[in-house]
Structure formats: C-alpha cells, structure tokens
C-alpha cells in the first residue's frame, strides 16, 4: 500500500487540514507495505474458508427474494475514487433509490437479509474488494458519494487511505441504525450528528495509524460481533457531560 506523492493528490485534498495527517502517513511506509501484504494473505484464506458460507447464503438469498445476491451500490475509496462495493444484499431489489440510511427494522430489509444483518455476515462479501485492492481489512468505511460531499476539509484525510471493511467507528457504532429510529429525514441527521461523531474515531485511526493497531481493531470486531459492548471516548465524554449538567 503506497502513499502518492503531495502532488498527485486530488485538488480539493490539498490543503492544510489534510497536510497534517499525510505527512504521518508518509512516515510510515513500512506499516502500509505490512497492512496490505496482511490484507492480501488474510482475505485470500478467509475466502477460501468460508466459501461454502458463501455459497449458502447466495442460495438463501435468491430463494427468499427477487434481485441479484451482491449489493453493488457505489462508494468512495481511497483518494475519492469510486467503486462499486460487494456486501451480500439484504434488502429487496433496488431499495436504495429511497434513503441511503438504513434504520432499525427497516421494511426493505428482507426476511433473510435480517438474519445476515444481524450475524454481520452482509459484510464479508468485502473480501472480494480487499483482494482487488479497493478495500483494506482495517479502515474508515466506505461512504456514498452524497455523504463525501458533505465532508469537511478535514474529513478529506479519511480519504488518504483505502476505505475499510472495518474500523473502531463500525464498532462503536454498530447499533447505528437505532440511532436513526423514528427519524424522518434520516440522511440529514446522519449527516449533521453521526456522521461528524464517527469522524472523531476515524481521524483519530489515521494519526495513530500501525499496523498492530489494525490487528487490535479486527480482534475488537470480532468480539463486537459476539456481543462484546464497547464504548468510544466521545461517548464517554459525553455522557460526564450529561452527568455534570444534571
């Protein structure tokens, strides 16, 4: 995994907020050259183990409803380049042509797309992404372009790296759909309160970006998926701020 020369970045990614986390990164050739050798071996097995996972869950898929058994909606990686992501489709046919949000019991989800929801299975069809290099196992997951553009100068760093199949944002944030509850205008909101939150832990996996980090945040999400709660330190904060105001 490489850094691209200053230069050769995109324009609006050249300016002094993103400055400061590039030149961390660049720092740490050694690291990204270990992170995507990891990525490359790791994904490579993991696909081969759980292709009879995949095989399943593709006939489950077809059975319970009409539609392709990959979601293939677009995202923004590494640098702002788009693509079009794998994750096993656990809604009906064509359900992102209303909000791109997803919230708790959401009716599109289909009757076997909650059950991949809830065991996290949706995502493991990244592995295809991470081999081709578009992905990376450990990194600030990947956005719509609708959302990029709402990102701040700042927030524009998350884009130094391949987007993630997972991140300390996913974890803390892996109920995110509750938060959305009862919310009419989900995009908005997610936008101006989650979006800006989850930022804090990404920006935050950039500066202290290691390659043993990443290891610690798989082991995390392994856990999360088991049932383990983790609480972030914005959260933490805010919560002794509620506490002290009361």
Known sequence: MKIVKWEQ????????KVRRYYDILAKKK???????????I??????????????????????DSKGPVFYRQERVTQYGKRFRIHKFRTMVQNADKG?????????RITRVGKVIRNC???EIAQ????????VTLVGVRPESPKFVAAYTDEMMATLLLPAGVTSLASIYYKDEAKLLDGVEDTDKVYIEKILPEKMYYNLKGIEQFSFWGDIKVMFMTVFAVLGK???????EVVQEKEEIEV
């Open 30 to 40: 050694v690291g990204l050259f270990f992170k995507r050798t990891f990525d490359l």
């Open 120 to 122: 996290r299975l949706d």
């Open 229 to 235: 709660e983790y609480k972030g330190e914005h959260e």
């Open 127 to 134: 592995l295809i992404d991470v081999i081709q290099g578009t």
């Open 9 to 16: 970045l995109p324009p609006e990614m050249q300016t002094e």
């Open 99 to 107: 909000s791109q949000v997803t919230v708790n019991n959401d009716s």
């Open 42 to 63: 790791v994904s490579l097995i993991a696909l081969i183990v759980l292709s009879p996972v995949y095989l399943i869950l593709a006939i489950a898929i077809k059975i």
